[in-house]
């Protein structure tokens, strides 16, 4: 979920609708809210898994995978593309039975697709500049606000599968700035640890604000929710390739890369991206045979 959250156009959400275990997540999300001790108690124990994992990913993403995704940017979106396009028959395939019979939520798939796409359409324009300086005593109120708000609404899209948190992050033009954040702490500069704890603040209010609207519609709107979710995830793939078009370099300054087109779209990395989801579908079928 983290390296799916770090790469503009991919979605975490995204990435737990497929494995199978999403409503589990926002389950667990509302539970700490407002569950009983002993329900509290488990979603402890499932979102700590996941906290950790989620961690160690985004520490990968930013020390080590960001630079890959840069530098082979075409290969990693086929590589995505890959993931999304095997993974919507299966997602139907899991939720036949809300979705039988049921057409007219159908339409929820055209507003999921104009969603997402409006989000990466505007995700080339930022609404303020990368250059912030996120530094201790460098930054005012008004950035402060801003980081809140960022992270409120970056965790709402991170939650969502096929909204990408670092698209909307671009669009605030906090993507540059919070990356190079987390990185320098990591390094033990912790001059930027004011500026993230805001950060994460906003994340923390987000979060909270988010699941218990997205359990409340799984709950009674299952099958327009899974249309719309199908159609953030088709939508993504037009998000996934204008992703090259929105990567900066260390200064901030757009690399002005063309979009995914066929001449550089990966097959290759398209079929590896389409086993891998066969695989971790395999595995998670495997998983609960064993368990029943």
Same mark, same amino acid.
């Given at each position: ?19 199978? =275990? ?23 124990? =499932?979102?700590?898994?996941?906290? $950790?994992?989620? @961690? ?5 993403? $930013?020390?080590f995978i960001t630079a890959v995704f840069e530098s082979h940017i075409y290969q990693i979106s086929s590589l995505f593309i890959g993931f999304i396009i095997f993974a919507i028959p299966i997602i139907v395939k899991e939720e036949k039975e809300c979705l039988k019979g049921k057409y007219f939520p159908i339409i929820f798939e055209i507003f999921g697709v104009i969603f ?5 359409? =505007? ?16 930054? *005012? ?56 704890? @805001? ?53 901030? *300054? ?6 995914? *087109? ?5 097959? $290759? ?12 579908? =395999? ?10």
């Amino acid at each position: 979920m983290a390296l799916a959250d770090s790469v503009p156009g991919v979605s975490g959400g995204t990435i737990a609708f497929l494995l199978g =275990f999403y409503d589990k997540f926002i389950g667990s999300l509302n539970d700490i809210i407002s569950g009983t001790k002993e329900e509290k108690k488990e979603a402890v124990k =499932f979102l700590l898994k996941i906290g $950790i994992g989620w @961690i160690v990913g985004m520490a990968l993403a $930013i020390l080590f995978i960001t630079a890959v995704f840069e530098s082979h940017i075409y290969q990693i979106s086929s590589l995505f593309i890959g993931f999304i396009i095997f993974a919507i028959p299966i997602i139907v395939k899991e939720e036949k039975e809300c979705l039988k019979g049921k057409y007219f939520p159908i339409i929820f798939e055209i507003f999921g697709v104009i969603f997402v796409c409006a989000i990466s359409y =505007f995700s080339g324009t930022t609404l303020f500049s990368d250059g912030v300086n996120l530094a201790a005593g460098k930054f *005012n109120v008004g950035v402060g606000i801003m980081l809140f708000v960022a992270g409120v609404v970056a965790i709402s899209a991170m939650v969502l599968p096929g909204i990408s948190g670092s698209t909307v992050l671009m669009i605030f033009g906090l993507y540059v700035p919070i990356t190079t954040a987390i990185k320098d702490v990591l390094h033990l500069k912790f001059e930027y640890v004011p500026a993230l704890a @805001i950060f994460g603040i906003g994340v923390i209010v987000g979060a909270l604000a988010v699941v218990k609207l997205i359990k409340k519609l799984l709950e009674f709107f299952r099958a327009h929710t899974v249309h719309f979710i199908i159609g953030m995830m088709i939508g993504s793939i037009y998000s996934i390739a204008m992703g090259p078009t929105t990567l900066r370099d260390s200064e901030g *300054n757009l690399k002005n890369l063309k979009m995914l *087109n066929f001449s550089s779209f990966s097959i $290759i990395y398209f079929i590896i991206g389409g086993v891998i989801i066969l695989g971790l579908q =395999f595995l998670k079928v495997a998983m609960e045979s064993k368990e029943a």
